[in-house]
Structures are given as C-alpha cells and as structure tokens.
C-alpha cells in the first residue's frame, strides 16, 4: 500500500527545464517499481519513464530519452523527474505511479497513482 503526491509542474519556455517530485507513503518503498506518465488534451495516458524498486535500472519513453532522468531515493521515499530541453509536445499533466514488483511501460499495469500536476511548455 502506498499513496503518492506528486508537485513540481508549472509553465516554461521550450528548451528550459523542470522538475517533478513525488512523495510517498509506505515502508516497503524500495519495493515497487515506480513510473512517470503523461496525459495531453484529448490524447491517452502515455508512458514517460520508470525505474527499478532498487533504482538500479530506469526505462524511457523515446522521445524523451537523453532528455528526462528519472531517479529515486528510498531513504526519503520519493521520486523525481528532471525534464530538460523541454518541447511544447512534452505539454501534459504528468502523473506519478507505483506498481508493485518488476517494470512496466502501460498505465494498467500501475496499481497507485498521484493527482498529477500540470506541465506546460510554450513554444
């Protein structure tokens, strides 16, 4: 069990940059596989980013690979997503997700979710 708040959003120009943080409840924490997903207008919920329990391993979205870095910190029992380079199509409301054990890419596979929290790029 755990439930997830999730901050950091606002508007930025493209090429500026964001950061998006997630906190968590629960103890076992390191336990679950913890992702990024995105939602535009009128468009479905798409997978941005994930990474391992341990944080050994991180997954991304193509379009966002080399320009977002997903990273975690057990101790402190959050997440956050750097997004640099930002472009108008990264304009989403972003929403953290846990999933208990092993990585995956679709929003069904996510058990918890945050509120979301509004990412707007202008061109």
């Known amino acids: 069990q755990v439930q997830l708040v999730d901050s950091g959003g606002g508007l930025v120009q493209a090429g500026g940059s964001l950061r998006l943080s997630c906190a968590a409840s629960g103890r076992t924490f390191g336990g679950y596989t913890m992702g990024w997903f995105r939602q535009a207008p009128g468009e479905e919920r798409e997978f941005v980013a994930a990474i391992s329990g341990s944080g050994g391993s991180t997954y991304y979205q193509d379009s966002v690979a080399g320009r977002f870095t997903i990273s975690r910190d057990n101790a402190e029992n959050t997440v956050h997503l750097q997004m640099n380079s930002l472009k108008p199509e990264d304009t989403a409301v972003y929403y953290c997700?846990?999933?208990?054990?092993?990585?995956?890419?679709?929003?069904?596979?996510?058990?918890?979710w945050g509120q979301g929290t509004q990412v707007t790029v202008s061109s």
């Open positions: 997700a846990a999933r208990w054990g092993p990585y995956g890419s679709n929003w069904y596979n996510y058990d918890y």
